[in-house]
């Protein structure tokens, strides 16, 4: 039985689980699940079973439900999250590891996100709206707050006491490290686990801590958190807020969660997905209008490009075979612009460049694409000539348009070479321009970029068929 039939089986078998309300069943049956098929087999089941499941496990094990979430994108874990009564709903966020609560909630419409708040423990729901006070991309958006602190004054003997004590509290905390704190919880020092565990029971934490370590402020960017984990071995950076006091650690697996969640979102908006994020459990009519947000406009951008196409009909009737070649200088100049924006779009990400670098920008892309329209337009010339040669023997286009195939060839070559200079020089400065009027340069460089090269294609090997042509004596 192959792998896909077997996870097949699952969810139909999860869902008859379901229908029979059993809730030890239920659990006994998720743990079983690979954690590799979790996501794809609850995914599957119709939206009513999932709701059902939920709600049964939130009565059962709440901890199952909330590590059931973490499987699936935020946006929807969230979407599943809506379907649940306030207090149901409640019952697994307050179950979430604080970030992961940070993350879901964000993407919950504000008057849910608020109704389920109100039904967490007062606690969990104050400290969940601090944390969602900080931007997502921020040490403070991206912190844990479950951390082992504690005071100045305190012994080996005694935090390992605690640490014993609430062993079964305390086990998904941050373990690596354990953090020291001064009078109004002023963070002062921070104590490898390895070192108080070697360490002899009478000796006070101030004595073993790391002395003014390296920290981050709430909010610290992710470009600044990935540039100093690059730089130091630690797992994890307190973080601390105005008053140095301590209110979370930001881990390095959570930065790099966070990238990566920040470049699929962009080359979905690169893609054409309104919002950077589209799933197919996602209502009908959300993606639809979401898609048809990018299309539409890329209608009117197109019909501008084709209608330089109609200034030139009469030099189109007198070289034929330029109503072939036209998509390929279009298609692939088009493509060496979309590398520009690629490479724009990453170093803007990365802090690398900013709005008002065009001049760096286009002295560091002109060699690009002067060599690449050399070597593409070379090749695309001889593709061309090739590929019209072919459609005449194969009766698809008339042979007494032979003797157009070598000044087609030089055209085609010629035209993709300039276009390749404008096409690298112009991708890499739309998403400088776009960032710089505040415009999201991922959502909207590629249909600027194609409608302008497009243009710009159609006007030069028309243009130079024109010259062409009238240097033989046609015009």
Same mark, same amino acid.
């Given at each position: 039985?192959?792998?896909?039939?077997?996870?097949?089986?699952?969810?139909?078998?999860?869902?008859?689980?379901?229908?029979?309300?059993?809730?030890?069943?239920?659990?006994?049956?998720?743990?079983?699940?690979?954690?590799?098929?979790?996501?794809?087999?609850?995914?599957?089941?119709?939206?009513?079973?999932? @709701?059902?499941?939920?709600?049964?496990?939130?009565?059962? +094990?709440?901890?199952?439900?909330?590590?059931?979430?973490?499987?699936?994108?935020?946006?929807?874990?969230?979407?599943?999250?809506?379907?649940?009564?306030?207090?149901?709903?409640?019952? *697994?966020?307050?179950?979430?590891?604080?970030?992961?609560?940070?993350?879901?909630?964000?993407?919950?419409?504000?008057?849910?996100?608020?109704?389920? /708040?109100?039904?967490?423990?007062?606690?969990?729901?104050?400290?969940?709206?601090?944390?969602?006070?900080?931007?997502?991309?921020?040490?403070?958006?991206?912190?844990?707050?479950?951390?082992?602190?504690?005071?100045?004054?305190?012994?080996?003997?005694?935090?390992?006491? +605690?640490?014993?004590?609430?062993?079964?509290?305390?086990?998904?905390?941050?373990?690596?490290?354990?953090?020291?704190?001064? +009078?109004?919880?002023?963070?002062?020092?921070?104590?490898?686990?390895?070192?108080?565990?070697?360490?002899?029971? !009478?000796?006070?934490?101030?004595?073993?801590?790391?002395?003014?370590?390296?920290?981050?402020?709430?909010?610290?960017? /992710?470009?600044?958190?990935?540039?100093?984990? !690059?730089?130091?071995?630690?797992?994890?950076?307190?973080?601390?807020?105005?008053?140095?006091?301590?209110?979370?650690?930001?881990?390095?697996?959570?930065?790099?969660?966070?990238?990566?969640?920040?470049?699929?979102?962009?080359?979905?908006?690169?893609?054409? *997905?309104?919002?950077?994020?589209?799933?197919?459990?996602?209502?009908?009519?959300?993606?639809?209008?979401?898609?048809?947000?990018?299309?539409?406009?890329?209608?009117?951008?197109?019909?501008?490009?084709?209608?330089?196409?109609?200034?030139?009909?009469?030099? *189109?009737?007198?070289? @034929?075979?330029?109503?072939?070649?036209?998509?390929?200088?279009?298609?692939?100049?088009?493509?060496?612009?979309?590398?520009?924006?690629?490479? @724009?779009?990453?170093?803007?990400?990365?802090?690398?460049?900013?709005?008002?670098?065009?001049?760096?920008?286009?002295?560091?892309?002109?060699?690009?694409?002067? *060599?690449?329209?050399?070597?593409?337009?070379?090749?695309?010339?001889?593709?061309?000539?090739?590929?019209?040669?072919?459609?005449?023997?194969?009766?698809?286009?008339?042979?007494?348009?032979?003797?157009?195939? /070598?000044?087609?060839?030089?055209?085609?070559?010629?035209?993709?070479?300039?276009?390749?200079?404008?096409?690298?020089?112009?991708?890499?400065?739309?998403?400088?321009?776009?960032?710089?009027?505040?415009?999201?340069?991922?959502?909207?460089?590629?249909?600027?970029?194609?409608?302008?090269?497009?243009?710009?294609?159609?006007?030069?090997?028309?243009?130079?068929?024109?010259?062409?042509?009238?240097?033989?004596?046609?015009?």
């Amino acid at each position: 039985m192959s792998h896909e039939a077997s996870i097949t089986i699952e969810w139909q078998q999860l869902a008859e689980v379901i229908d029979s309300g059993n809730a030890e069943y239920l659990c006994n049956f998720l743990h079983l699940l690979p954690p590799e098929d979790t996501a794809y087999t609850i995914a599957r089941l119709d939206e009513d079973h999932q @709701t059902r499941m939920l709600e049964m496990l939130t009565h059962a +094990d709440p901890e199952l439900a909330a590590d059931l979430l973490e499987h699936f994108a935020d946006g929807h874990a969230a979407d599943m999250l809506e379907e649940l009564k306030p207090e149901t709903a409640a019952a *697994i966020v307050d179950a979430m590891d604080s970030d992961e609560q940070t993350d879901v909630l964000a993407e919950l419409h504000e008057d849910d996100a608020a109704a389920i /708040l109100d039904k967490m423990a007062p606690e969990e729901a104050a400290d969940a709206r601090k944390r969602l006070a900080y931007d997502e991309d921020t040490a403070g958006g991206l912190m844990i707050t479950e951390v082992l602190v504690f005071p100045k004054d305190c012994t080996v003997e005694s935090a390992v006491s +605690d640490l014993r004590h609430k062993a079964e509290s305390n086990q998904d905390f941050e373990s690596r490290y354990i953090y020291v704190v001064g +009078d109004a919880g002023r963070f002062i020092g921070v104590v490898p686990m390895r070192r108080l565990v070697l360490s002899p029971r !009478d000796k006070p934490l101030t004595q073993l801590m790391v002395g003014d370590p390296l920290t981050v402020h709430v909010n610290t960017p /992710l470009n600044d958190l990935d540039d100093l984990f !690059d730089r130091v071995p630690f797992s994890a950076l307190p973080v601390l807020d105005d008053a140095a006091s301590l209110v979370g650690v930001v881990q390095r697996a959570k930065v790099e969660e966070a990238l990566g969640e920040r470049s699929d979102e962009q080359l979905a908006k690169f893609g054409g *997905i309104i919002g950077g994020e589209e799933l197919r459990n996602m209502p009908l009519l959300s993606r639809t209008l979401r898609r048809l947000a990018f299309l539409l406009p890329n209608v009117v951008l197109s019909a501008i490009s084709v209608t330089i196409i109609l200034f030139y009909e009469p030099i *189109i009737h007198k070289m @034929t075979l330029l109503a072939v070649v036209l998509p390929l200088v279009a298609n692939l100049s088009g493509a060496a612009g979309n590398q520009s924006v690629a490479v @724009t779009i990453r170093e803007l990400a990365l802090g690398l460049v900013r709005p008002g670098d065009f001049i760096r920008i286009w002295s560091r892309d002109l060699g690009i694409g002067v *060599i690449n329209g050399l070597v593409v337009g070379l090749m695309l010339g001889v593709v061309s000539m090739i590929l019209c040669w072919a459609s005449m023997q194969m009766g698809l286009v008339e042979s007494r348009y032979q003797q157009d195939l /070598l000044p087609l060839a030089g055209i085609v070559a010629c035209s993709y070479f300039f276009n390749s200079i404008l096409a690298v020089l112009i991708g890499g400065t739309v998403p400088l321009a776009l960032k710089g009027l505040h415009v999201d340069p991922a959502m909207a460089s590629s249909p600027i970029l194609t409608t302008v090269t497009d243009m710009c294609s159609f006007m030069v090997t028309l243009t130079l068929a024109l010259i062409l042509i009238h240097l033989m004596g046609g015009v």
